[in-house]
């Protein structure tokens, strides 16, 4: 059974830098995986904030970006705002299913 | 205005069935690819299954196969979700989304406000 890593919390302060590991059990995450992320705050539905690695939605602030770090897909958020506060998820796809991370609650702090 | 409305929620016992639907609007339902995403109460998200354009093509998480069937009747713009042989463990809110459209790229872009499901005896 696959199963996608990321990190279960994270604290950043106003103003800051953070960047969110999705590490797959299969082995390095490549683009072929078609990383997604998505925010979700509590009571909400997950919005949809990147795709394709890398690729933002219409609404996505321009504070968060993907990219490949590593054997890992990675979101970073620049410039953190207080309403960034939320769990974020990271979706890998497998050739027909497709898996979600455990997510990361960032705090901030 | 994209909108997608799920219903068929509640409460059932374990062994039982329920089905899901989600109403689509605002776009062209029969150009999309769907998925089914759900949540259980204080957890993460699952990814459950997908849906091709025509249906012709469906994908499912293990711990559903063989018991949830995904199927669109694109007529009607609306989406199913078939679960059959219900076990306390998929007890959670269930959320369609709408794939992006974009050929040979995975993705979702909108999503419902989902329909919660509790399999209690």
């Known amino acids: 059974q696959t199963v996608v890593t990321q990190e279960p919390s994270l604290t950043v302060s106003p103003g800051g830098t953070v960047t969110l590991t999705c590490a797959s059990s299969?082995?390095?995450?490549?683009?072929?995986?078609?990383p997604n992320w998505f925010q979700q705050k509590p009571g909400q539905a997950p919005r949809a904030l990147i795709y394709s690695t890398s690729k933002k939605h219409p609404w996505t602030p321009a504070r968060f970006s993907g990219s490949l770090l590593g054997d890992k897909a990675a979101l970073t958020l620049s410039g953190v705002q207080p309403e960034d506060e939320a769990d974020y998820y990271c979706l890998l796809y497998y050739g027909g299913a497709r898996v979600f991370g455990g997510g990361t609650r960032l705090t901030v702090l | 205005e994209v909108q997608l409305l799920e219903s068929g929620g509640g409460l059932v016992q374990p062994g039982g069935s329920l089905r899901l639907s989600c109403a689509a609007s605002?776009?062209?339902?029969?150009?999309?690819?769907m998925s089914w995403v759900r949540q259980a109460p204080g957890k993460g998200l699952e990814w459950v299954s997908f849906i091709s354009v025509t249906g012709g093509t469906t994908f499912y998480a293990d711990s559903v196969k063989g018991r949830f069937t995904i199927s669109r009747d694109n007529s009607k713009n609306t989406l199913y979700l078939q679960m059959n042989s219900l076990r306390d463990e998929d007890t959670a809110i269930y959320y369609c989304?709408?794939?992006?459209?974009?050929?040979?790229?995975?993705?979702?872009?909108?999503w419902g406000q989902g329909t919660l499901v509790t399999v209690s005896s």
């Open positions: 989304a709408k794939d992006v459209g974009i050929i040979e790229v995975v993705a979702t872009d909108y």
């Open positions: 299969t082995g390095a995450v490549t683009s072929g995986h078609s």
């Open positions: 605002g776009f062209t339902f029969t150009t999309y690819a």
